[in-house]
T-cell receptor, first 115, second 117 residues
Framework: DTGVSQNPRHKITKRGQNVTFRCDPI?????LYWYRQTLGQGPEFLTY????????KSRLLSDRFSAERPKGSFSTLEIQRTEQGDSAMYLC?????????????FGPGTRLTVL | AQSVTQPDIHITVSEGASLELRCNYS??????LFWYVQSPGQGLQLLLK??????LVQGIKGFEAEFKRSQSSFNLRKPSVHWSDAAEYFC???????????????FGKGTKLSVKP
């Protein structure tokens, strides 16, 4: 059973650069979620997809952030013109149907450090 | 607005002792409640969840939680803690989206558990 995978696991970048993260959900899971976790905080919701449709975006998702899930499988999260405040762990989760009883399965996260 | 409060930032217990981690939520409708555990370098793992029915929920690794609507609480318990339980624990409430299915999770800030030998 392959879980949710995320790449890269760590990313160090300079302020102003663009970065892109990838998430591969559990196969056949049609929902995919992105969260951000900063030090000492719980994960905060960013956005989620059902298949290829982006259904909801948090106000945390500024216009520098964009997420895609082009074929309803893997997803990418891009941050343009990174700022030091973007330094965080970016978590991806997937679930089978989005039914309220569903479990969201989380990946190990991508840790972003903006210098 | 929906929110989750975990009053204890850090708890230390002795191995073999009992454990209770507190969680209070604020949610207008029937809450869908979860406890996740996060170990260093690993993703969040679901311990247990509550949707309806029996208010005492059993989870993995010997954990249980009790939903108390009158107190807006969903505390996590374990009768005897093992050293491998040292980790960070997160309580979360699930929002329903427009279609009535599960939307995003709202997490508390977490409680870090340390276990003394």
């Amino acid at each position: 059973d392959t879980g949710v995978s995320q790449n890269p696991r760590h990313k160090i970048t300079k302020r102003g650069q663009n970065v892109t993260f990838r998430c591969d959900p559990i196969s056949e899971h049609n929902r995919l979620y992105w969260y951000r976790q900063t030090l000492g905080q719980g994960p905060e919701f960013l956005t989620y997809f059902q298949n290829e449709a982006q259904l909801e975006k948090s106000r945390l998702l500024s216009d520098r952030f964009s997420a895609e899930r082009p074929k309803g499988s893997f997803s990418t999260l891009e941050i343009q013109r990174t700022e030091q405040g973007d330094s965080a762990m970016y978590l991806c989760a997937s679930s089978l149907s989005g039914d309220y009883t569903d479990t969201q399965y989380f990946g190990p996260g991508t840790r972003l450090t903006v210098l | 607005a929906q929110s989750v409060t975990q009053p204890d930032i850090h708890i230390t217990v002795s191995e073999g002792a009992s454990l209770e981690l507190r969680c209070n939520y604020s949610y207008g409708a029937t809450p869908y409640l979860f406890w996740y555990v996060q170990s260093p370098g690993q993703g969040l793992q679901l311990l247990l969840k509550y949707f309806s029915g029996d208010t005492l929920v059993q989870g993995i690794k010997g954990f249980e939680a009790e939903f108390k609507r009158s107190q807006s609480s969903f505390n996590l318990r374990k009768p005897s803690v093992h050293w491998s339980d040292a980790a960070e624990y997160f309580c979360a409430v699930g929002e329903q989206d427009y279609g009535g299915s599960q939307g995003n999770l709202i997490f508390g800030k977490g409680t870090k558990l340390s276990v003394k030998p």
